[in-house]
């Protein structure tokens, strides 16, 4: 059984940095993406950015896009992928969410519904 553990929310001043975290176990070979999702309070969940094992990503380019800001990175040895944050504004403050694809499927996507595994989630607070 996948498990996916996130860990390195907080709470930061706007222009600050973060490092998330997301430990995975459970997948039996390497092959698999893996996504990082937000939900800010009142809002849908959405794709933030994602990575497959070919190091592939993708990042959101919606209006509030964090595309430049955010760097998805995977560390294989570990299992884990990591989202580095930075130039953060009050409107990244929400839930940041770990996904995991199922086994096999490695093309990187930002749609929830392409997604089988996800974590407890992460808060993450930014402040003007």
């Known amino acids: 059984q996948v498990q996916l553990v996130e860990s390195g929310g907080g709470s930061v001043q706007s222009g600050g940095s973060l490092r998330l975290s997301c430990a995975a176990s459970?997948?039996?070979?390497?092959?698999?993406?893996m996504g990082w999702f937000r939900q800010a309070p009142g809002k849908e969940r959405e794709g933030v950015a994602s990575?497959?094992?070919?190091?592939?990503?993708?990042?959101?380019d919606s209006v509030d896009s964090v595309e430049g800001r955010v760097t998805i990175s995977r560390d294989a040895a570990k299992n884990t992928v990591h989202l580095q944050m930075n130039s953060l504004k009050t409107e990244d403050t929400g839930i940041y969410y770990c996904?995991?694809?199922?086994?096999?499927?490695?093309?990187?996507?930002?749609?929830?519904?392409?997604?089988?595994?996800w974590g407890q989630g992460t808060e993450v607070t930014v402040s003007s």
């Open positions: 459970g997948y039996t070979y390497s092959s698999y993406c």
């Open positions: 990575i497959n094992s070919l190091d592939n990503t993708i990042y959101a």
């Open positions: 996904a995991g694809r199922p086994e096999g499927l490695e093309g990187v996507s930002l749609t929830l519904s392409e997604y089988d595994y």
